[in-house]
């Protein structure tokens, strides 16, 4: 099956975020940079498991980051060139708005920050 045009667009800027500088790979990094408030935006993978994402996504909702669960595991780490991931972040307010529009309307699940600003 196909993926979405859109999907593809939005996992060429997770590559370009990553060459950039402006995207943490993996949970634990995304967990610091949350706390840190230097994440601007967070994708979870679709297959993340349960511990993962017990201990990910009520800290991103209780800082009010908005993030998305999209993609597998294998495609996040494949988009920046990295082995399986569980989540990645984006610092970046510009490339974070970019991916998100990329990603709205493409049956990704998040928070209910998700649909905010």
């Known amino acids: 099956m ?5 999907a593809d667009a939005a996992l060429r800027l997770l590559g370009l975020a990553a060459r950039a500088g402006a995207l943490l790979p ?3 990094r995304v967990r610091v ?14 297959d993340v498991s349960a511990n993962s994402l017990d201990k990910l996504v009520p800290l991103l909702d209780a800082r009010g980051i908005p993030y998305v669960r999209a993609f597998t595991r294998d495609e996040l780490g494949a988009a920046v060139g990295k082995a ?12 974070s708005l970019r991916i998100r529009r990329e ?3 493409e049956g990704t699940e998040g928070g209910p920050q998700d649909a905010a600003k």
């Open 26 to 28: 993996g949970a634990e």
């Open 103 to 105: 990603l709205e309307g």
């Open 33 to 46: 940079a949350a706390r840190t408030a230097t994440l601007r935006f967070a994708i979870v993978a679709k």
């Open 84 to 95: 399986p991931l569980s989540a990645i972040g984006i610092t970046d307010e510009t490339l």
């Open 2 to 6: 196909r993926r979405p045009i859109a």
